[in-house]
């Protein structure tokens, strides 16, 4: 009768860490399917742009075609492209770099701070480069 009743104790110390634990490991997936998703759309959206530089609404709605369906928030969405549009820098054999921010915080159930420290930086921020054609 003891062992069942200390094996309920044990079970009692050890289950929150475990919860925590896959907890961690399941929001750790989603940041990092967020991430993978908006570096594959950055990478998109930089090709574009070094083919046709000069339509940069053009550019951004490359960038958020490629994350259509995947649960994206556009206005979450920030997207920045260097040089500006009409820039000398932005010609031929220059580079044309894309930036884009996605704000998760709604996204992320576990607590972004510990004690003070800040361990999840809910705003992700990718970028690509690419040389204009």
């Known amino acids: 009768m003891?062992?069942?009743g200390s094996a309920l104790v044990e079970f009692a110390l050890v289950a929150p860490i475990l919860i925590v634990l896959i907890l961690l490991m399941v929001?750790?997936?989603i940041i990092m399917n967020r991430i993978l998703t908006l570096s594959h759309a950055t990478r998109e959206a930089a090709r574009y742009a070094a083919v046709h530089p000069e339509e940069d609404a053009a550019i951004r709605n490359k960038a958020i075609e490629a994350m259509r369906g995947r649960g994206y928030r556009q206005e979450r969405m920030s997207i920045t492209i260097e040089p500006?549009?009409?820039?000398?820098?932005r010609r031929s054999g220059r580079p044309i770099r894309v930036r884009v921010q996605y704000d998760m915080r709604d996204e992320i159930f576990l607590p972004t701070r510990?004690?003070?420290i800040q361990i999840i930086n809910p705003v992700?921020?990718?970028e690509a480069t690419a040389m204009i054609e």
Do not use: L
């Not at 500006?84 to 820098?89: A, E, F, I, L, V």
């Open 27 to 29: 929001q750790y997936g």
């Open 114 to 116: 510990f004690f003070g």
């Open 2 to 4: 003891r062992k069942k």
């Open 84 to 89: 500006t549009q009409g820039s000398p820098d």
């Open 124 to 126: 992700v921020t990718v």
